[in-house]
């Protein structure tokens, strides 16, 4: 069993061990009554020493993930659905567990998961019945009604050009004056991500990413064997203090930046900061990956326009989701970027997947041609803010004293915190005996993680179960915090 130790971190030996075993047996890694290995085992493979395996061993069986049995050894305990559908799956597939992976370890989905819980606020999703899902279904009906053949055509690598000449103008309303050629249609801006990390990001290479940030793209850069480096944000987004010393030091390749409603805090990136960070990019030749999944979901001010209209030597490349607001179902998004980095990102897009589904490009393309689009937008934005509102009323109301939230100004989420001694991987655990869930903080950071937050999605639910939940987690919350919170074992 692999598992790399970090020995300069604050976080001990004894708490690094722990964590990296009760992920495999919660994600399902680990089935239940497999066999850990032994005391000795670990502590030869890890370096360590016997006492610190032990420590570990003892915090999973205070946590009720692994038994102990007297001459037999540790066995897994964790009783999940995930770890039952692979129980099921039999002996035969055991053998697979010796095989060596590279996947990365943080993401929510892998942890814990969520989809079967009625109260799912992990999710940072639309409720179907706010998207134009009828009017798409029409109009994929009577375009292969009009031509069939679509469905056996390749599309351009980069893209239907009807969309892409759609997506200039949209992107020209918000000061990137672009051509059709230099736009890269991509399965949703998290292909976006990776095209870029896989282009440009090897073994070693620096990057930066703001603390907390999207999950998902510290799992991709950590999958191309990145050093993360985390630079904390304000109330004013990314501190760019802290930031030009690193880039003085460390020479990053990189900086991942989520300006406009920034996932998970709802944050938005102040205009003097946007310029300070475009100008620390190009003093220091660094690339800027600018992820805009939602910046039309605003409830009171438009915000600023991206970074990527500032730009005026090639450094950011800009990423554009459309699926959230429009179509999550088929994974659509666009890349914008300039010189030689845009014609090396097509050609990677080329070696992914020779280009995104030419049906849901001309789906979309009508909408982008009439004012639908816009109606859609004002009333999906209406929508949000009165769940938004909902939300924060209830949070007022119900959450228990010493709780802090962020209320967004727009986007899908509220990111809270509790008070710093108590973990809400623990808080998760006890939300989803309630079948409701949340996306715990700790997966949003880099470096060390801070556990005493949580991001609530509020956008997914319906209505009529949308304060039912809100009130049911504060009730569980103001529980857990009357309990004395579980001290961390230092090695």
Known sequence: MKIELNRNSRISLVQQIYENLSDRIRSGILNEEECLPSIR??????????????????????????????????????NSIKCEKLKNMGSPYKWQLSIQDYLPRTHFDTHYNSSDHSLQFSLAAIAPSLLPNRYLENEIHTMLEKNPLILSEYGPIQGDLDLRIAMKRTLKKQKINVSEKDILVTNGTQQGIDLAARTFIGPGDVVIAEAPTYPAALDIFRSRGASILPVPIDKNGIRTDILIKLCETKNPKLIYTIPNFHNPTGIVLSDDRRE?????????????????????????????????????KGNVIYLKGLSKTLIPGCRIGLLTADGTIFNRLVSSKMNADLGSPLLT??????????????????????????????????????????????????????????????????????????????????????????????????????DNVLETGIIELCRILKEFLSVTPPQRIVD
């Open 41 to 78: 085992e670990m502590s030869k493979n890890l370096e360590v020493s016997f006492l610190t395996v032990v420590k570990a061993y003892d915090l999973l069986e205070q946590n009720n993930l692994v038994k102990r049995v007297q001459g037999k050894g540790t066995f897994v305990k964790w």
């Open 361 to 462: 490009q001309k789906a979309l393309y009508p909408l982008f041609q009439s004012k639908r689009m816009e109606d859609h937008m004002k009333k999906l934005r209406t929508a949000l803010k009165i769940r938004r509102d909902l939300v924060i009323k209830l949070l007022k109301k119900h959450m228990p004293e010493g709780v802090e939230w962020i209320e967004p100004e727009g986007g899908l989420n509220i990111w809270i915190s509790i008070p710093e001694k108590w973990d809400t991987k623990q808080l998760l655990l006890e939300c989803q005996k309630k079948n409701l869930s949340f996306l715990p903080g700790f997966v949003c950071f880099s470096g060390e993680p801070e556990t005493n937050h949580l991001r609530l999605s509020f956008s997914y639910l319906n």
């Open 276 to 312: 300070q960070l475009l100008t620390i990019a190009q003093e220091f030749q660094i690339i800027i990956i600018e992820d805009d999944p939602w910046s039309e979901i605003y409830y009171n001010e438009k915000p600023p326009n991206p970074i990527k209209s500032l730009d005026t």
